[in-house]
Nanobody, 120 residues
């Protein structure tokens, strides 16, 4: 199982950026998916998550500015980030809880991370 993220880059304060992450390989089902971020010198933190049923959860710092969504048919999770601030600068990692077979418990899978830099 692999998670491939794309969409990072450099954006000016107040700008927008979209991230996507697709799971590939052999697996039975994907449960929760989410985006975490890690700024220099800080711990990795949850930015947003979404259940297989579409229930979302956001960190207070991004609520109202970021929108997480998923396309279950494409095994893809998206993060639309608006009104970006310099403090949103971080490496963004996608995460998915995946069951490889019907009878195995789910495991945590991570993408390699994509850099988002908010700077003028």
């Amino acid at each position: 199982v692999q998670l491939q993220a794309s969409g990072g880059g450099l954006v000016q304060p107040g700008g927008s950026l979209g991230l996507s992450c697709t799971a590939s390989g052999s697996f039975f089902s994907i449960n929760g998916m989410g985006w975490y971020r890690q700024a220099p010198g800080k711990q990795r933190e949850l930015a947003a998550s979404i259940t297989s049923g579409g229930t979302t959860n956001y960190a207070d710092s991004v609520r109202g500015r970021f929108t997480i969504s998923r396309d279950n048919a494409k095994n893809t999770v998206y993060l639309q980030s608006n009104s970006l601030k310099p403090e949103d600068t971080a490496v963004y990692y996608c995460n998915a809880q995946i069951k490889k077979t019907m009878f195995r418990s789910q495991g945590d899978y991570w993408g390699r991370g994509t850099q988002v830099t908010v700077s003028s």
